[in-house]
């Protein structure tokens, strides 16, 4: 195959080659949601250095290649096969963002559970691994009494690259705090929707940065 089409990388599984016949470019329907909570007031340009030095540049030190190349890759269709194929011109700005909420006012669960709702029916772009990161500052979760500041941060992406339980690993392995699963936190969607969203999850994860 690379004789043919060298500018392609590894084939898709089986599994994920399921979940990449989704029409992620017009109405996804395989999006994965996980939430992290931080203390603090995030900073992305923080968060990006480690985001790149615990992930995105980690290499394997059995075979010397990054450990998960495919967050620079988006997968294409050849000769009926799904393929890795590595972005053109990779730009992390692309893919860490600070959400669009209000940010004179606390973010509420509630807010942030509608912000997620528009993340899984956002569509993905073209040429463009399908992940992101989005960090929301000031949030308030229910019940909190406490006086300092948390942030959370929405990793979104296409079920294709991975499983529920491989981001969590990635996640919370990247991490110096514990991080724990404190409870599912369901997408709330209309009833006439919930038809669609068998692939859609939302974990919450609850831990001091």
């Known amino acids: 195959m690379k004789r043919f089409k060298p500018e392609l990388g590894k084939m898709l599984s089986t599994r994920s080659t399921i979940f990449a016949v989704d029409d992620l470019y017009k109405r996804p329907l395989c999006t994965l949601i996980v939430v992290l909570v931080v203390e603090g007031d ?31 890759q988006y997968f294409t269709k050849w000769m009926g096969f ?13 893919h860490v963002v600070f959400a669009d909420l209000p940010s004179d006012e606390p973010i509420t669960e509630d807010t942030m559970l509608e912000y997620n709702t528009i993340l899984i029916e956002k569509k993905y772009v073209k040429g463009r691994s399908p992940w992101d990161f989005h960090i929301i500052r ?25 499983d529920g339980y491989s981001v ?39 831990g001091r940065r």
């Open 168 to 206: 969590l690993e990635v996640l919370t392995s990247s991490t110096d705090a514990p991080f724990g699963i404190a409870r599912p936190v369901p997408a709330r969607v209309k009833k006439s929707e919930i038809g669609r969203a068998s692939c859609r999850k939302s974990v919450d994860l609850g």
């Open 138 to 162: 000031n949030y308030k979760p229910f019940g909190r009494k406490e006086d300092y500041s948390l942030s959370a941060v929405v990793f979104r992406c296409h079920h294709a690259m991975a």
């Open 82 to 94: 799904y393929f890795w194929k590595d972005e053109a011109n990779f730009n992390l700005d692309e």
């Open 42 to 72: 995030l900073e992305r340009e923080h968060f990006k250095e480690v985001l790149v030095r615990r992930i995105l540049d980690k290499i394997s030190p059995k075979t010397g290649e990054l450990v998960h190349r495919e967050m620079k």
